[in-house]
T-cell receptor, first 117, second 113 residues
Framework: EPEVTQTPSHQVTQMGQEVILRCVPI?????FYWYRQILGQKVEFLVS????????KSEIFDDQFSVERPDGSNFTLKIRSTKLEDSAMYFC???????????????FGAGSRLTVL | GQNIDQPTEMTATEGAIVQINCTYQ??????LFWYQQHAGEAPTFLSY????GLEEKGRFSSFLSRSKGYSYLLLKELQMKDSASYLC??????????????FGTGTRLQVFP
């Protein structure tokens, strides 16, 4: 079954450092997302991306965050200067178009756990 | 505001049936999803409702009432592996090319032998 893959699975960084989380969405999907889940809390939407641009972002996704699709397969989330409160599990997700069966469904990756010290 | 409520924890015994409720108040509605999440893992899709009524998928069923802002997930013939968190999520965005999901806090289900 096709899957979304994320690297690294776990990253520990010092406050103020830059972090890049990487994702390889399902190959024929066109819509890409980042969500995060702080330990013990709900999954929160960060950003959606379509046609090489951000289509929607939440209040959490401030100037410290950016996303990029540098090539045909990767989708990255960069945090420019990490803060303690950025510690969370970051999930990448993707979905197909409405022309495809099951296109409403987001498929999530296994997540990248970010720990900021 | 956007609010999704579901019970924090539930317990049940193997072989039993359990119903997990979800109520929502959102600024728009374009579908409700149920995801299963085992500890430390990705949410995995279980079901999707956009019209009122019951959707059945093997041991899992999901019900939606849009007028009441209410959904439930029904799990039958419970197995130990069903111990997980069950996340209710609403797609509030009306735009076709965004898919912002608003999640509830999740219901942690423990199945006992």
């Amino acid at each position: 079954e096709p899957e979304v893959t994320q690297t690294p699975s776990h990253q520990v960084t010092q406050m103020g450092q830059e972090v890049i989380l990487r994702c390889v969405p399902i190959s024929n999907h066109l819509y890409f997302y980042w969500y995060r889940q702080i330990l013990g809390q709900k999954v929160e939407f960060l950003v959606s991306f379509y046609n090489n641009e951000i289509s929607e972002k939440s209040e959490i996704f401030d100037d410290q965050f950016s996303v990029e699709r540098p090539d045909g397969s990767n989708f990255t989330l960069k945090i420019r200067s990490t803060k303690l409160e950025d510690s969370a599990m970051y999930f990448c997700a993707s979905r197909g178009t409405y022309l495809n069966t099951g296109a409403n469904v987001l498929t999530f990756g296994a997540g990248s756990r970010l720990t900021v010290l | 505001g956007q609010n999704i409520d579901q019970p924090t924890e539930m317990t049940a015994t193997e072989g039993a049936i359990v119903q997990i409720n979800c109520t929502y108040q959102t600024s728009g509605f374009n579908g409700l999803f149920w995801y299963q999440q085992h500890a430390g893992e990705a949410p995995t899709f279980l079901s999707y409702n956009v019209l009122d009524g019951l959707e059945e998928k093997g041991r899992f069923s999901s019900f939606l009432s849009r007028s009441k802002g209410y959904s439930y997930l029904l799990l039958k013939e419970l197995q130990m592996k069903d111990s997980a968190s069950y996340l209710c999520a609403v797609r509030a965005s009306p735009a076709y090319n965004t898919d912002k999901l608003i999640f509830g806090t999740g219901t942690r289900l423990q199945v006992f032998p």
